[in-house]
C-alpha cells in the first residue's frame, strides 16, 4: 500500500504565500516524478507542477516565476512554495507521484493521489 498525505493548504489573501507539503510512505522503492495538479469548482484538473528524480521540473505557465517545487528524496516528500498567489489560484491541490513499488520489476511505475487540500485566495 501506499499513501500521499497533504499538509499546508488553507486561507491566504492576495499577495499572500503558502507551502504545501506531500510525504509518500508505503512500499515505495522508487519515485519517478512528484508534482501537484489542481482543480477549482467548475473546472478540469490542471498540472500545476512536477519534478522528476533527476530534478527536472515542469510548471504550468500560469505559475511560473511564482510557484517553485521542490523534493526531498531521502523523505519522499514533495512541497510546493506558492508565492504572490492569486484569487484565480484558488483551488484544490493535490499531490501526485508515479511510484516504483518492486525493485524486480522497476519499469513498472504506478500513479498515486493525494486526498487534496483546499487553498483559497481571498481577501
Known amino acids: 500500500q501506499v499513501q500521499l498525505v497533504e499538509s499546508g493548504g488553507g486561507l491566504v489573501q492576495p499577495g499572500g504565500s503558502l507551502r504545501l507539503s506531500c510525504a509518500a510512505s508505503?512500499?515505495?522503492?522508487?519515485?519517478?516524478?512528484m508534482g501537484w495538479y489542481r482543480q477549482a469548482p467548475g473546472k478540469q484538473r490542471e498540472l500545476v507542477a512536477t519534478?522528476?528524480?533527476?530534478?527536472?521540473?515542469k510548471y504550468a505557465e500560469s505559475v511560473k516565476g511564482r510557484f517553485t517545487i521542490s523534493r526531498d528524496s531521502t523523505k519522499n516528500t514533495v512541497y510546493l512554495q506558492m508565492n504572490s498567489l492569486k484569487p484565480e489560484d484558488t483551488a484544490v491541490y493535490y499531490c501526485?507521484?508515479?511510484?516504483?513499488?518492486?525493485?524486480?520489476?522497476?519499469?513498472?511505475?504506478?500513479?498515486?493521489w493525494g486526498q487534496g487540500t483546499q487553498v483559497t485566495v481571498s481577501s
Open positions: 508505503g512500499t515505495i522503492f522508487s519515485i519517478n516524478v
Open positions: 501526485y507521484a508515479e511510484i516504483v513499488r518492486d525493485k524486480f520489476r522497476a519499469n513498472v511505475a504506478y500513479a498515486y
Open positions: 519534478i522528476t528524480s533527476g530534478g527536472t521540473t
